[in-house]
């Protein structure tokens, strides 16, 4: 699922993209005394596949462990900052990172498409 524009029909131009807002969703997640957030995701919400880690004593969750530009851009997508706004952040941290853009816009989709994070 690739991020569309709010009407659906077409994908947003960077400047609309810009403007859209990140949300966490209920994700389980920690944050190390470096600043480095871990993800704790369950692999299953069906019953057979918890029922099959049950079986062979597994848990049922993974950990995601992020690096720091993944961290930053994580603790921003707080519902306040919108895309726009993390980018900025983002480049005043790591103002040496090449095709920062395309690399936030790119993890911002893969957060949407894991179910991590909505945008309003």
């Not at 389980?28 to 596949?49: A, H, Q, R, S």
């Not at 920062?100 to 893969?110: E, G, H, P, S, W």
């Amino acid at each position: 699922m690739q991020i569309k524009n709010k009407n659906k029909s077409r994908l947003p131009t960077e400047e609309e993209f810009a403007l859209y807002v990140p949300n966490r969703i209920n994700v389980e997640w920690k944050e190390d005394k470096d600043g480095l957030v871990t993800l704790i995701v369950p692999k299953f919400d069906g019953k057979v596949g918890k029922s099959f880690l049950k079986i062979i004593r597994k848990d049922n969750i993974f950990s995601a462990n992020m690096d720091k530009l993944g961290s930053l851009v994580w603790k921003s997508c707080d519902g306040k900052n919108n895309v726009g706004d993390i980018l900025k952040i983002v480049k005043k941290k790591f103002p040496k990172e090449k095709n920062i853009n395309n690399r936030l816009y790119l993890f911002l989709q893969q957060l949407q498409n894991l179910n991590y994070i909505t945008f309003s």
